[in-house]
């Protein structure tokens, strides 16, 4: 993607004009067409360069607006020292222009428009040769975003929404509303955006209110993690035997990534302690278990449960219309966390006060499943997470995961959008439920009514999921859009639920596949405070472990 344009002789800027310049000659003032022996390859975008009154401007597609223009002064080789001209995005993007090794941050100032569906550069004319070219922005940290869906984006039946940050889809974006519908920031797409009818015969009230500059972008190149495979899902499974840690996949893998993995078997839960992904010498750690928690299981890890058990109403019903009970390993972040401080082999990985930490936790509930049962991960007592020397705390799982009451939020901040005082915070798995405080397991099982009201809760947390996309428009086709992405069970009427971070779908859920079905009851819904957390901006803030994205094969 690299259309390069330069001018080889000295121009006086009194003549610069597009009429009485040489196209041949104008720094880099040539439109790359057919016809000009400075076209472009098959999959680059048209660099154009026009000039008036002592200035040019390049522009180019807005399809590429998650690249960057860059510049040199030198001779384009290997060795030119290229730096950032522009960019159309505040995105950052981890690129070193020269060598093209993700080593060194770089952020193009954000100085070009978008206008007329394209972008455009304004700069005075100061050197006798320069040659710009594009790069493509390969690696963004994804929770730079505050929504982000691989695939179709639906704002469909959503009660008023706020949108305070980036959003975009690879696929198309559906705004239809029957409630407002605003977007602070820019909104892209690799397709397009349409308000279908509301359930095929009425049109939306609202189709979306867009505020950002630029407001909309369409048709961009689409943005993907690196993985070498199209099903995203495989970040969050588990590696093949003798996959490479470090290979093309291998190293976006949250089990390669994490310090410690804990697996839960039918009879035996396992830690693994590594320093890195490639640690000759991890340690395990094994409770055998039978089943149940066993003293064994209590005293080697005091942090987990592996027998609650309650009744999720969306999963509840397999294909043959019988009950499935959801089956947890449960964990209590805050004895999780002092087990981290105080177990010796923990800290002889990672000797307190230096700069490592073993702030990601990858857990897979390998149980043997049936046609009544189903086995999920949940996090109690999560209030405060572990700060792993501020570098916050990430927790993956191949598995549908629970959070139970507030999570990474101090009483002082619940309910607001002040994260000032909050740690990096990431929770990345199959499908995502916030189960309040008042959640009750036994009283699942009964009818829908016997469960008692939610209470207000509060998550700060980037989220990536999964989850079982619409298939249409109707009410037994689609599945709920990005206000039910994360999954609701109780009644939360007159309730705030309230979500600080990133909201991030990439694949397809492969274990809770049950789509929302809409009339029915699963949840009555709450007042949703939505909001991106502008501490992501800050690359030393991200979650750790925070995937990458970019125009991948472009």
């Known amino acids: 993607m ?160 706020n949108i305070n940050g980036t959003v975009h889809a690879n696929g198309p974006i559906y705004t239809g509303s029957g409630s407002p519908l605003t977007f602070y920031d820019t909104v892209t797409t690799a397709a397009n955006f349409s308000s279908p009818l509301y359930f095929g015969s009425t049109n939306w009230v609202y189709t979306g209110t867009f505020l950002g500059n630029p407001a909309t972008v369409t048709n961009t190149l689409p943005l993907r993690p690196d993985v070498g495979t199209d099903d995203l899902h495989a970040i969050i499974d588990m590696p093949p035997p003798g996959e490479d840690p470090e290979s093309q996949l291998g190293s976006q893998r949250y089990y390669n990534k994490a310090a410690i993995i804990l697996l839960v078997n039918n009879s035996t839960a396992t830690v693994i302690i590594k320093s890195s992904p490639t640690d000759i010498s991890p340690v395990n750690i094994v409770a055998f278990t039978y089943g149940t928690n066993s003293p064994f299981l209590r005293n080697t890890f005091p942090f987990l449960s592996i ?90 799982t191949r ?26 915070a990431s929770l990345v798995c199959d499908a995502i439920t916030i189960l309040s ?40 086709t689609f599945s709920g859009g990005i206000h039910n992405l994360v999954r609701l069970l109780e009644n939360w009427t007159a309730k705030v639920n309230t979500l600080n971070g990133s909201i991030v779908c990439l694949y397809k859920s492969g274990v809770a596949t049950n789509k929302f079905i809409w009339p029915g009851t699963t949840y009555n819904p709450p007042t949703r405070l939505y909001n991106f957390d502008q501490n992501f901006k800050d690359l030393t803030k991200l979650p750790p472990g925070t995937p990458l994205v970019g125009t991948i094969g472009n």
């Open 2 to 161: 690299n259309a390069t344009v330069a001018c080889r002789n000295p121009i006086s800027t009194t003549d610069i004009s597009w009429k009485k310049v040489s196209m041949a000659c104008f720094l880099g003032a040539l439109l790359l067409s057919p016809a000009s022996n400075a076209r472009a390859q098959s999959n680059e975008p048209a660099l154009k360069i026009s000039g008036t009154n002592g200035n040019i401007t390049v522009s180019w597609p807005a399809a590429f607006y998650y690249s960057a223009l860059a510049g040199t002064l030198d001779e384009p080789s290997p060795s030119a020292s290229w730096f950032w001209v522009s960019t159309a995005t505040p995105m950052f993007s981890l690129y070193n222009l020269t060598s093209f090794v993700p080593t060194n941050l770089y952020n193009a100032p954000v100085t070009a428009t978008v206008l007329a569906n394209e972008c455009q550069f304004t700069l005075p004319v100061t050197n006798a040769q320069q040659y710009f070219k594009l790069m493509p922005m390969r690696q963004i940290p994804l929770f730079q975003f505050f929504i982000f869906y691989d695939g179709l984006l639906e704002f469909s039946t959503a009660a008023t929404l």
């Open 307 to 396: 027998t609650n058990l309650f009744n999720d109403r969306r999963e509840s019903w397999n294909t043959f219309g019988f009950m499935k009970t959801n089956r947890l390993t449960q964990i209590d972040i805050g004895l999780y966390n002092q087990w981290l401080l105080t177990n010796s082999a923990v800290n002889a990985k990672f000797p307190p006060f230096f700069d490592s930490w073993p702030n990601i936790l990858y857990v897979a509930d390998n149980r043997t499943t049936s046609s009544n049962s189903f086995y999920s991960v949940r996090l109690t007592n999560g209030v405060a997470i572990p700060t792993n020397g501020n570098t916050g705390f990430t927790l993956a």
């Open 399 to 424: 598995n549908p995961l629970y959070v139970w009451g507030d999570y990474n939020c101090p009483p002082e901040f619940a309910g607001t959008t002040n994260t000032s005082g909050i740690q990096p």
């Open 437 to 476: 405080t008042n959640w009750s397991d036994p009283k699942s099982f009964g009818s829908y009514g016997s469960q008692p009201p939610a209470s207000s809760t509060a998550v700060n947390a980037a989220i990536i999921t999964g989850n079982t996309p619409s298939t249409g428009i109707t009410t037994s």
